[in-house]
């Protein structure tokens, strides 16, 4: 039912209810003032009548005496003929009056009769009256025939009509009339009274009567009231809550009202709404459960950089109460931390990954790495940070245990290349004492030539212990004091031959600066041994550069350069070999060609340099 059709019905219902109220008491005060009025006038009557009556008997009694006077006077013989008159006239007046009475009396009869009957009453009062007006009767009837009788033997005898009035007439009147006319008087007006108080009597029950109505009225009306209060209040209070906590993001609660009046269909319209949102949105509950199952510390400042929200893993790392944060500006947040950094957390840009120091509420430490992101008004102005901690203690201390590892571990390789370094060098002195000690040019030359190979190893061994970084070496400083090491062993026998060199900087591991070593020493020695002849001079050239990715070495003399039938393929001798087994382990490249001189040119990709 709509509210409006309730609302229309209830102020209905009250005012019928009223109206009927209204309407009844009115009728029945008018029905009440009828039955006065009428009863009024009927005991009026009835009093008229008692008197009357009562009256007319005396007025009969004495007109009697009056008659036996005038036949008093005939007796004496008193001529007067205004007492005749008189005599006639007073015979006449006790028959009217006798007449006069006996109407009176048939009337209050019948209006007892007929009062009895209209209004279906038995009453004690009205029957005991009627009962004496019946007994009136009979009476009166007999004293009617001996007024009768009086006037027949006062007719014959003056004397016997005088005694018979005496003896007969006036004890009779009086103890038989006159008492019933004081009874039927003092009847009618009990009579009266009775009905004044029955009539008063049914005014108290209609008072009584109408204010017990009223008060059901008033009754029913608070009734009315309280249900339409609970029906329109109670909905209305359960759609304020519920659309408070959909307000608040709770998409789930629902309004459960069962009416079908504009607010039942209100209440529809928000659950529908309610359940459109929650399919396109995500509920309170739903991001809070969220942000509090993250496990990395996340803080929420607004734009005076104040915490507005913690999680529960960020009050976990920094061993705070809850909701103690709130409020409690950003900088709380870090240990030790420059102003220079802390600018840097608080500009409006984005950082990730930046690693820094959470300050428990212990006084304690915590390491973390740092991100946020600048949440913007709808006009760009900054409304906050939402900041996001991962504690890493766990990874510093692995890191630390890693590099104290990895310090021990160069250590290690540092004294394993230096005792290599110190091995080679003693081979190198060997074979430096087995050249002293040969007299064969030959042996000696392939003596020299293994010392020099052995030297390049050694220096390889030795750059690496002496670096900062055991897994790599500076190739283009290991070349000059690679031909540095061979321009010393040929110093005397070749000492007009130069060595010019274009060196960018390059960095090799030692999977490659060894094979890469061995084979400048072969190109650079054999340009030594066979690119001038004897007491000449001449120009090595060394450049080396590298390349999206591959370094490129070339190796030029100016020299005799090779003879016109050479190729490597042909070429058997240990050094080519040498050449050609170290090419193949770099992966190299190689274009070996005349251009006034000898120019071998080999590349190779580089590997990864940690």
């Known amino acids: 039912m709509k509210l409006s059709t309730k609302l229309l019905l209830s102020f209905s219902f009250v005012a019928l209810l009223l109206a009927g109220i209204g309407i009844f008491s009115q009728y029945y005060n008018q029905q009440i003032k009828n039955q006065l009025v009428e009863e009024s006038e009927h005991a009026i009557i009835e009093l008229a009548y008692s008197g009357e009556m009562g009256l007319k008997l005396y007025h009969s009694l004495l007109n009697a005496q009056y008659f036996l006077d005038k036949r008093y006077n005939q007796s004496i013989q ?20 006798l007449d006069d009475f006996s109407s009176k009396l048939d009337s209050a009869r019948l209006i007892l009769e007929n009062h009895k009957s209209q209004f279906n009453e038995d009453h004690g009062d009205h029957q005991k009256l009627l009962n004496v007006l019946n007994k009136l009767k009979s009476r009166f009837d007999i004293y009617r025939a001996l007024v009768n009788e009086l006037f027949k033997l006062a007719a014959i005898s003056y004397e016997d009509g005088r005694e018979f009035l005496s003896v007969t007439v006036e004890p009779y009147f009086r103890s038989n009339l006159i008492p019933l006319i004081e ?15 029955a009539l008063n009597a049914k005014l108290e029950f209609a008072g009584t009567m109408l204010a017990f109505a009223t008060i059901i009225a008033l009754l029913l009306s608070i009734g009315l009231a309280l249900y339409l209060y609970q029906s329109i209040a109670t909905p209305l209070q359960k759609l304020s809550e519920t659309a408070k906590q959909i307000g608040e993001g709770n998409l789930d609660e629902r309004i459960q009202i069962g009416s079908r009046d504009e607010i039942g269909a209100l209440a529809n319209e928000i659950n529908r709404m309610a359940e459109n949102l929650s399919k396109i949105t995500f509920s309170k509950d739903y991001v809070d459960n969220i942000i509090e199952s993250m496990a990395d510390a996340l803080v929420v400042t607004d734009d005076h950089f104040r915490i507005e929200r913690v999680n529960s893993a960020a009050r976990l790392m920094l061993k705070y109460p809850d909701e103690q944060l709130v409020g409690e500006p950003l900088d709380i ?3 030790d931390v420059s102003e220079e950094e802390l600018n840097k957390i608080k500009e409006d840009k984005e950082l990730e990954n930046f690693e820094t120091l959470y300050r428990t509420s212990e006084e304690k430490v915590v390491p973390v790495n740092f991100s946020k992101a600048v949440m913007h008004n709808s006009d760009g102005s900054m409304k906050g940070l939402v900041c996001l901690a991962s504690d890493i203690t766990d990874r510093k201390q692995a890191e630390e245990q890693v590099k104290k590892s990895l310090k021990e571990k160069e250590i290690l390789l540092a004294e394993i290349h230096h005792r290599v370094k110190n091995n080679l060098a003693v081979i190198s002195g060997m074979l430096q004492m087995q050249i002293w000690e040969t007299e064969d040019e030959v042996a000696e030359t392939a003596l020299r030539d293994s010392q020099l190979r052995v030297q390049s190893i ?12 055991l897994s790599y070496i500076e190739f283009d400083k290991y070349i000059q004091d690679l031909l540095d090491a061979i321009g010393s062993t040929y110093m005397n026998e070749k000492e007009d031959i130069m060595i010019e060199t274009n060196l960018e900087s390059v960095a090799l591991n030692i999977n490659q600066a060894i094979p890469c070593s061995l084979l400048l020493n072969e190109l650079v020695v054999n340009a030594y041994k066979h690119a001038f002849t004897a007491n000449g001079g001449g120009i090595i050239s060394i450049d080396m550069c590298e390349r999206e990715g591959r370094i490129h070495v070339k190796v030029r003399d100016n020299g005799a350069g090779f003879p016109k039938e050479f190729t490597r393929e042909s070429t058997e001798s240990l050094g080519m070999s040498i050449i050609t087994t170290l090419i193949k382990q770099l992966d190299a490249e190689i274009d070996i060609y005349n251009d006034n001189g000898a120019n071998i040119d080999f590349n190779f990709a580089q590997e990864e340099v940690v």
């Open 333 to 335: 947040l870090f240990d």
């Open 78 to 97: 008193i001529d007067t003929s205004n007492f005749q008159i008189r005599a006639a006239t007073a015979s006449k007046k006790v028959k009217s009056s």
């Open 458 to 469: 050694a220096l390889v061994h030795e750059k690496l212990y002496q670096s900062e970084n």
């Open 183 to 197: 009874e039927v008087r003092i009847s009618s007006r009990e009579n009266m009274d009775q009905q004044i108080n």
